[in-house]
C-alpha cells in the first residue's frame, strides 16, 4: 500500500493505525465516528476522529481519488469554498479502490439535516442562493462542477446567513476559463438536480407546504444569471462620472461577498468603459483584520459582525475614559472583557450547538431583540444569560456524535452509505 499525504499532516500519522487492508464497509475501529447530519453519497463513506480531528473518508477507484485529491488540493491553494484534503491511501490489497481523505468542515450540515432540524428560517431561499453563490464562484476560478447539487454541497452558519462548499469534486474540471457551454451545462443539471432533491424533501414531510421545487428550480438559473452579470458586466460611464461609479461597484460588489482584484478602464470615444475582475477567492480582508486584533479565526461575515462590536465597545472605552483609546487596546480588551467572558458562559454540553462566533454573533441578535422589547440596552452580559437559558439548548446539535451501538450493527457503520 502507498500513502500520499499533504502538508502539513503531523495530525495524519495517527490515521496509519487503521485497517487500511480492509474493506471500508468492514472496517471495525474504535476511532470509527457516525455523523448524524451526513449527506448522501454513491460510495462507501465512513468518519474518523483521530487525536481530536475528525475526517471523511471515502472509497473510490484510484484513477478518480488521484484526480479529486489533486484538484481538493489545487482549490485549497487558491482559497476556494471547498472541504480540505489530506491525502489518499492508493494500491491496496486484492486490487481494492483507493480511500480519499477529507478534513471534515466542522459545524456543517446537509441540506437534509437543515430542514430536517430547522437550522434556518427560510432554508430552500438561503440554501439555493449559497450554492447559486458558490457555483458563480468556482466558475469565475474556471472550474467546471459537472455534479452540482444540494448532497454534494456542505452548508455552514455564517453570521445569520449561511455559507455553501463544495465536497465533492469527482468530475470537476479546472480549465484557465468557462465557456458559456460549460457554465451552461453546470447551470442546467443544477437546476434539474436541486428540482428533484427538493422533491425528495416533499416525499419526507421535509418541505414547507408553500415550497414548490419546480418553481425553485426554475428560479435557479435566474438567481444564478443575475449574480454572474452583477460581477462580470462592464459598464459605460462619462469622464466625471468615473470617482463614483467605481466606488459604487466595489461597494456593490463587497456587500454580495465578493472582493476585486482589478479594475481596467478604457477610453471609448462612446466614453469610459469600465471592467472589473473579480477575486475567485473567498473574501478575508475582516477576517485578516479581526485575526490581527484579537487572534480569532472566523469566517468573514462573522469577522465583520465581531468587528463592529469591537468599534461599539472602544466608543465605548473613550467615553468612559475621556479620551481616545488606540484600536489593538480596544480590541484585547474586547476579547478578555467581553468575548471570552461571554463564551465562557457557555456549558460544555452546549458547545456543539454552532460555531463559538456563530453563537456572539447570535446574542447580539439576541441583544437588539431584548432592549427592543425592554425599552433601553440590555448589555451583552444579560443577552448571553438569557439566550444561553432559552435559545442555545433549542438549537440542534451540528458536531459529529459518537454513535449509539444498535444490535446486530457494527461500530461507527453508515446505513445507506453507497
Known sequence: MRFIFRPPAAHAAGLLTLPWDEPLEEWVDDHLLEVAHRGISRHIVRFVEVDGH???????????????????????????????????????????????????????MSYRYVFSHGHLNQPVDQL?????????????????W???SLSNTLFRPDAGTIAAHLVDAETAELHPSLSDGQRGFDIDYAAERVGGELFDL?????????????EIAAQLPARYHALWDELTREELMRPDEQRYRVAERIDRLNELGFDVDEIELVTTAEGTRMTVHTQVAEVGRHRHQLFALTGLQVTENQARRLLNDVVS?????????????PETVAAHRWRAEVYDKVMAMVPPDLSDRLAPAEV?????????????????????????????????PRTPST????????????????????
Request: net charge negative; charged share 25%.
Open 313 to 325: 465597545y472602544r466608543a465605548h472605552l473613550e467615553q468612559k475614559f475621556g479620551r481616545a483609546v
Open 54 to 108: 475528525v475526517y471523511a473518508l471515502k472509497e473510490i477507484d484510484e484513477r478518480l481519488a488521484r484526480r479529486e485529491y489533486r484538484l481538493l488540493g489545487e482549490l485549497e491553494a487558491m482559497g476556494m469554498p471547498a472541504v480540505s484534503v489530506l491525502g489518499i491511501c492508493v494500491e491496496r490489497p486484492a486490487r481494492q479502490d483507493a480511500i480519499l481523505v477529507t478534513r471534515f468542515l466542522d459545524y456543517s
Open 128 to 144: 439555493v442562493d449559497a450554492m447559486v453563490e458558490l457555483l458563480v464562484r468556482l466558475h469565475l476560478a474556471g472550474l467546471f
Open 399 to 418: 458536531l459529529t456524535v459518537l454513535p449509539e451501538p444498535m444490535p446486530g450493527s457494527l461500530p461507527g457503520s453508515l446505513p445507506g452509505s453507497t
Open 146 to 148: 459537472g455534479d452540482c
Open 202 to 214: 416533499m416525499a419526507g414531510g421535509l418541505l414547507p407546504p408553500d415550497v414548490d421545487p419546480v
Open 360 to 392: 456572539f454573533h447570535e446574542i447580539l441578535e439576541h441583544r437588539w431583540f431584548l432592549s427592543e422589547a425592554s425599552g433601553q440596552d440590555v448589555g451583552t452580559t444579560a443577552a448571553a444569560r438569557s439566550y444561553v437559558k432559552k435559545i442555545l
